[in-house]
């Protein structure tokens, strides 16, 4: 390994692997990024059809672990969104999926963290508001658009709190992409400071940031699922407000 | 499997009623929707959305101020707005879940 690899931002570099792929200007090389996404899908994929393919009436331990993630998504759009929830749960399950996935695969020593790069996180926040502003317009037409404007406040109030409104629409993926992301890098970067310590201190006192990075690495694994979790749930709540307006 | 005492299947019975009304959202079940959102993840949110408030408005701002030159009244201005929106969805948000937990005590 080279000696700039052992900076703790090394890890989120991205590598095209087997060349650098160009077409029409455009460098769609094949990266460790996408191998890792790919991986990711490949493993849902594997976990949720392996699982389920006895679908047996009293569920083994596999299929409870995939009746359970089902459910958990499921209660989630439910709680959130109500009945009429039911149409996007295609949707928000495969997102709770990779985004679990991408995170806790991430956690693999030597694994690339997909979510920590906030063009990935950026791109879903983004398809998600794009898709909950047009159901709203599709569903309430221009009607829509009185989400914007705050029941109950006063008339000569409007020109400020339209705008605050507006704004705070606005910045939704914003929100959405950077705690995902920041949340991911700063553990990963955390892990790789702590766990070169290790090599500084040497063989006496070496143990110690080693007993620090397992008991960390259990919070990373709860922040991989807790942020796997919020993002979801964000996504429902905004597909409620889309669908009920306030 | 050991033999089940007969009162412990119609406890059965009575847990299945209530899972079956609660997805299908009829009756007491689908009312109570617990609050099962953790705290950490609300704490998450509102972490978030006060910084980012703040930064969406001076991007927008300074944006808005390079296009037109009015620099920096945009930015000042946005970024205040911007403030105030982080506030208004932290005050929201904490409205609301302080309106599930009642709702949760209460039942």
Redesign the interface.
Known sequence: MAAEAHSPLAQFEIQPLGGPIHIGGLDVSFTNSSLWMVIAVAAITAFMLLGTRKQAIVPGRWQSLCEGMYDFVS?ML??NV??EGRAYFPFVFSLFMFILFANVLGLLPGAFTVTSHIVVTGAMALFIFVMVTIVGIVRHGLHFFTYFAPQGAPMWLMPLMI???I??Y??RP??LS??LF??MVAGHVMLAVIGGFAFALGVWAGWLPIAAVTALFGLELLIAC??A??FT??TCIYLHDAIHLH | MTEKDPRDLDKFDAKLKAARDRIEGRGEGSKKSSYNDSLVAVGYRMSIELVVGVCVGLGLGWLIDMQMGTRPWFMIGLMFLGMVAGIFNVVRLSKDVQRRMDKDKRD
């Open positions: 209660n439910r709680d109500g009945q705008p605050i409104e704004i705070s606005a910045i914003m929100t950077i705690r920041a949340n807790l942020q979790y919020v749930i964000l």
